[in-house]
DNA sequence: CTGTTAGCGCCTTCAG
DNA sequence: CTGAAGGCGCTAACAG
């Protein structure tokens, strides 16, 4: 009776979707039966069922989720996804992998790029959290987990990507880092290379360690020394990556073979390279469209980036169904193949 | 009094996030006190909300942000983002765009990729719409927009990118796909080739048929026919392309410059050049990583796809911001440029 | 300054 | 077969 002023006259106003009291009275039933007929419940008349179709056609009725969410105490049916940088394509095919087994299990993705900032990270995070997603899947993009800890997140399922869970209890999607980079390496070293340049990412991170260690533990077993003036590994971007390259190229012994340790530094190296018409050999961890037909022969580290964020999303699915059951944390760890494309890489000079 | 059997002893179970009033119970007040508190409401004195505090952290409660939306009338703060390939550089950066508007106005979004499936693409739009997005940026796959019309959608605000709307009332952002190829062509008959081919997506698509209209208009301008045998505009990824030019590069009079209509087939081309040591000029729409520094001089019409997304969540973000005010659908058309790399493209044969 | 009441949109439970 | 009551978690509006 004290309902709010209903809108007036027949079609609705633009005011917002409808509510399921609007349907039940265009349709002259009850709220309860317009439920029932939307929900399949057989206890419904043919003819009522008709009408309240009719009635919810007519006002374009679709029932609120967050309201049958909250009523229903399930969760959102939201994966959230952190990662650090989009416009990455390693990033954008994980995300990619992610959506593909979320829609298989009728979930969507809540998206969020933090940029590679870490009070940006720990925002998304919380934000997610508030909005009740039912996993959480995150690139984290430094070595402070403390706002990935489920036990600070009501218990939220959380899966890590890209680097193993430090201080708290998560499961991990990994790639097979050291393994990669030791075998680009010794594929380096089996081409008769002895001075090979290593170009990667910050020592602080995971992945710029992991792919260290490959590369080095490759020099080690052939007695070969790591050299500091052939070791670049402060470079996140392209450009710095190019630049680095031009200073070992300009070295009086330059290396005769680069291994860069992501596509960002390949893609620098490339350019450098190209440049200067050097015959230098490159390797790179990442495989990327064109890495076949660059003007310079390219040997990758290649992986499934999009099996990746599917394993993710399927560790997530698994914590999802059983809430409760404690299981100890996992990891998968994606395994990475050494391709060899164009012609063979040039022996060294 | 009938409040369901609270979890018993000191710490909550691992049974899903804390709500107010277990955070009320634990500090000794009413859940109101703990809403006030929270939203930073002045009438708490300093005492109370250092209990509710300490409660708070302890509990590592956080408002459920679907109840407040369901509770305040207001719209979820989420923004539905439907892509075609999240695997295509063009709609990670669109993404990119759309994310970092969206955070500026403390949004988020809900992304889904529709692989260019229109059964997927509806079932997104529905179900976004199911989940009270404050607004809806879709990339269509296909021209019937009927699923998109925001009156079917309950008023809610939509967006398009790409392509214009089809017999329904919305805003969208475009390329100038027809200058842009227009462009593109002239560039290719002003370096002296008169046998160009077309290398394009679909007629029945928006972008397939503007920028075939672009490499027409600029063909009739220099008096060159548009010849059949030239145009092959049924291919939509890399190797259908790479195909296809290889039998425009055997044909009996092949053409000395290829317009390619976008990046997939640019890439096809590119690599069928290369493998044949072609010099057949090649110009492609849309601007991609390493196409300056391929091993065949590349000219690109470029623009800022990252502009584009974040123009559209601008768009977006006013229409959401006056509900009522219905305006006219806009459009905002993202400029193109026309970029050479490498060297002087070859001189034809 | 704090608590009570009521209800957002929906659906489980129980009556008719 | 259909309707009425009640409450999910939260917060305006109104007491006290």
């Not at 070969?224 to 390259?245: F, N």
């Amino acid at each position: 009776m004290t309902l709010a002023p209903p809108p007036a006259g027949g079609s609705r106003p633009g005011s917002g979707a409808p509510t399921i009291r609007e349907v039940a009275r265009q349709a002259q039933v009850s709220p309860m039966t317009v439920s029932r007929t939307l929900r399949d419940d057989p206890g419904v008349s043919a003819a009522t069922r008709a009408r309240v179709m009719d009635a919810v056609l007519a006002l374009g009725y679709r029932p609120n989720e967050a309201a049958r969410t909250l009523r229903l105490g399930r969760s959102s049916g939201l994966i959230g996804l952190v990662v650090t940088n989009l416009a990455n394509p390693f990033y954008s095919q994980l995300t990619l992998g992610v959506e593909a087994v979320a829609t298989e299990h009728g979930m969507r993705v809540l998206l969020g790029n933090s940029g590679s900032d870490p009070a940006r990270e720990r925002q998304l995070v919380h934000d997610f959290a508030a909005r009740r997603v039912a996993g959480l899947i995150a690139v984290p993009c430094h070595n402070d987990h403390s706002h990935l800890d489920p036990g600070r997140l009501g218990g939220l399922p959380v899966v890590l990507a890209g680097s193993p869970p430090v201080k708290i209890g998560v499961d991990a999607v990994l790639l097979d880092d050291f393994t990669g980079s030791w075998e680009a390496t010794r594929h380096l070293i089996a081409r008769g290379h002895r001075r090979i340049a290593f170009l990667g990412l910050p020592a602080s991170t995971w992945t710029g360690s992991e792919r260290f260690r490959g590369y080095c533990a490759a020099l080690e077993e052939a007695a070969l020394p790591v050299e500091d003036r052939y070791v670049w590994r402060r470079q996140a971007g392209a450009a710095p990556a190019q630049q680095a390259t031009r200073e070992l190229l300009d070295d009086s012994d330059p290396p005769t073979a680069i291994f860069a340790a992501n596509n960002r530094n390949t893609v620098g190296a490339y350019r450098a390279i190209r440049q200067r018409g050097a015959a230098t050999a490159l390797t790179g961890f990442d495989d990327f469209e064109l890495a076949d037909a660059l003007a310079v022969p390219l040997t990758v580290v290649a992986y499934e980036p999009r099996e990746m964020g599917a394993a993710a999303a399927r560790l997530l699915r698994d914590r999802i169904g059983n809430a409760g059951a404690a299981q100890a944390p996992r990891r998968v760890v994606i395994p990475t193949t050494i391709v060899e494309y164009g012609a063979a890489a040039g022996e060294p000079a």
